[in-house]
């Protein structure tokens, strides 16, 4: 069985960076071939993917995130973390990660609980 475990600040000011770790129990962030995700759930919307480190460390990001994004792993400590810069109270969400078999979050099979990151002043 697969566990993944958010972690880091719920509240962050804005023009600042939004860092978060996944911890992963139970299997591998190098295991062939699966997906490490971030997605994200603003109040009252739908389920927004960030984007993905995968098992051979290679990194893909949303379009519409990637001049902010950062995915980066720390394989002995079989984690991976998520780097947003330049919050805006518009980056206010539920903070998600996620294992998938496909490339973009396709097929996602185990989810970490959630963190909620509030970006105010």
């Known amino acids: 069985q697969v566990q993944l475990q958010e972690s880091g600040p719920g509240l962050v000011k804005p023009s600042q960076t939004l860092s978060l770790t996944c911890t992963v129990s139970?299997?591998?962030?190098?295991?062939?071939?699966?997906?490490w995700n971030w997605i994200r759930q603003p109040p009252g919307k739908g389920l927004e993917w960030i984007g993905y480190?995968?098992?051979?460390?290679?990194?893909y990001y949303s379009p519409a995130l990637k001049s902010r994004t950062s995915i980066s792993a720390r394989t002995s400590q079989n984690q991976f973390t998520l780097q947003l810069n330049s919050v805006t109270p518009e980056d206010t969400a539920v903070y998600y990660c996620?294992?998938?078999?496909?490339?973009?979050?396709?097929?996602?099979?185990?989810w970490g609980q959630g963190t909620q990151v509030t970006v105010s002043s």
């Open positions: 139970g299997g591998s962030t190098t295991t062939r071939y699966y997906y």
């Open positions: 996620a294992r998938s078999p496909i490339a973009g979050g396709v097929g996602v099979d185990y």
């Open positions: 480190i995968d098992y051979s460390g290679s990194t």
